[in-house]
């Protein structure tokens, strides 16, 4: 009796959690991989004596020049056909996005380097939609050249789901900043742009799953 009304208090939480969109976003395998070089932060490094970064960005449809609400990292035209797994991907269909072809962003990356070379380069990751990043107080005093970039993942209907398109955000060139011990430093307002491509997979590639293609036909349209 105890072991079912568990199991019942389990089953009613995952569907409350649900309506509220608490629902982890489904990765799929063919998405685009995590920077290998993350910037690593040991207690010992996390003390007054330096600094952060935080950054906020939106980003842009670079072929129609649209710059979209904050928090929108991927755009499906509202006559374009999607299987159930990239709809999860992509909650945004239809949603004040221009007539081009579908992406999708995950992860934004701030890829950091200190001009002394005591830190970095080293990237660190933040979800597309949170729409801010802020790195921990770990950075020494000092100049730094920061960059904000992301992958594009577009769908492609031979998987019938997102996968990695081998192309980067169009970022604005690097940014030369003073870190202060104690202090956050911001870089606000960046605009990325997508260019995402007309096709895909490119023309005459061989099916790889790692790198985002796969061997289902490009015809199959279908969304069951």
């Known amino acids: 009796m105890r ?9 009613g939480l995952l569907g409350v959690m649900s ?7 489904p990765t799929g395998d063919r998405l685009c991989p995590n920077p290998s070089n993350a910037c690593a932060c040991s207690p010992a490094e996390r ?3 330096r600094g952060s970064v935080v950054v906020r ?3 842009a449809d670079a072929k129609v020049g649209t710059v979209l609400p904050r928090s929108t990292c991927c755009c499906v035209s509202a006559g374009q056909p999607l299987s159930p797994q990239a709809g999860q991907q992509c909650p945004n269909f239809g949603s004040k996005c ?13 890829e950091i380097r200190s001009e002394s070379g005591n830190f970095g380069p080293c990237v660190v990751s933040s979800p597309c939609n949170t729409g801010e990043l802020t790195t921990e ?21 031979g998987c019938r789901e997102f996968v990695c398109s081998g192309q980067r955000t169009v970022s604005p060139a690097t940014f030369r900043r003073h870190v ?21 997979p490119p ?3 061989i099916p790889d799953a790692g790198s985002g293609l796969c061997t289902q036909p490009l015809n199959d349209l279908s969304t069951d």
């Open 3 to 11: 072991a079912w009304l568990r199991t019942r208090i389990r089953v």
């Open 19 to 25: 309506s509220l969109g608490c629902v982890q976003v």
């Open 47 to 49: 003390n007054p004596s």
């Open 57 to 59: 960005w939106r980003l």
């Open 98 to 110: 221009p007539d081009t072809p579908a992406w999708l962003v995950r992860n934004v990356q701030l």
């Open 137 to 157: 107080y770990c950075l020494p005093e000092g100049d730094y050249d920061l960059r904000l970039s992301a992958d594009i993942e577009v769908y492609d209907p």
């Open 180 to 200: 202060y011990a104690g202090r956050s430093t911001s870089l606000d307002g960046v605009v990325l742009g997508i260019n995402p491509p007309e096709l895909f």
């Open 203 to 205: 023309s005459g590639s």
